[in-house]
């Protein structure tokens, strides 16, 4: 079935590094999108990508679909301890309104 | 955060007693999904409904069932709970913008025991 990737799994930077993280789809998306789940909290739609290449930005993180739209990345700059959490991205089921998420990339920074 | 409550927020029970968790939105979003989240799996749907009494199945809904009498309502019950099904459940909506982006309730912690 339909399977998204997420790697690294785990990243612990120090404060103020840059660092980037991605995701990877089994099959063709028409969109991907980006949630951030704080420590104790509940996931949180960041955003969404839809164009071959498309790149946005959000303050210091910058989010990429690739030209296959089959991949995308989150690039962190100078991140902050306000950037701890789990990223997750998600591609639609089929096109659907469902769903695959990815496990998820939790990111843990040192002050 | 979009209008989207689940209760209880916690809840212990015991092995083969049936569980009905709830979730309630007032944004009037046409769909509503259930999801368990556990260590090392990320998100799993469960169930997910695309209108009033129209629901279907997602990845993990064996031991799970669904009713939605109103489109704000979305009860997942346990009919009879086993502590493999001890997680964070977080019910979710969404409508169609310009994709399906998905708004999520604050989570119900459940402890089978």
């Known amino acids: 079935g339909q399977q998204v990737m997420q790697i690294p799994q785990y990243q612990h930077v120090q404060e103020g590094e840059d660092f980037t993280t991605y995701c990877n789809s089994s099959?063709?998306?028409?969109?991907i999108q980006w949630y951030k789940q704080r420590p104790g909290g509940h996931p949180v739609f960041l955003i969404q990508?839809?164009?071959?290449?498309e790149v946005k930005k959000q303050k210091r993180l910058t989010f990429q679909f690739g030209e296959a739209k089959k991949n995308s990345s989150l690039h962190i700059t100078a991140t902050q301890t306000t950037d701890v959490g789990t990223y997750f991205c998600?591609?639609?089921?089929?096109?659907?309104?469902?769903?695959?998420f990815g496990k998820g990339m939790k990111l843990t920074v040192n002050p | 955060d979009a209008g989207i409550t689940q209760s209880p927020r916690h809840k212990v029970t015991e092995t083969g007693t049936p569980v009905t968790l709830r979730c309630h939105q007032t944004?009037?979003?046409?769909?509503m999904y259930w999801y368990r989240q556990d260590p090392g799996h990320g998100l799993r749907l469960i169930h997910y409904?695309?209108?009033?009494?129209?629901?279907d199945k997602g990845e993990v809904s064996d031991g799970y069932s669904v009713s939605r009498s109103k489109t704000e309502d979305f009860l997942l019950t346990l009919e009879s709970a086993t502590s493999s099904q001890t997680s964070v459940y977080f019910c979710?909506?969404?409508?169609?913008?310009?994709?399906?982006?998905?708004?999520f309730g604050p989570g119900t912690r459940l402890t089978v025991t």
């Open positions: 979710a909506i969404s409508e169609f913008v310009s994709g399906y982006e998905q708004y």
């Open positions: 099959t063709t998306l028409s969109n």
């Open positions: 990508l839809v164009k071959s290449g």
């Open positions: 998600a591609g639609p089921r089929g096109g659907s309104e469902k769903l695959v």
């Open positions: 944004e009037n979003h046409r769909y």
């Open positions: 409904s695309y209108g009033v009494k129209d629901t």
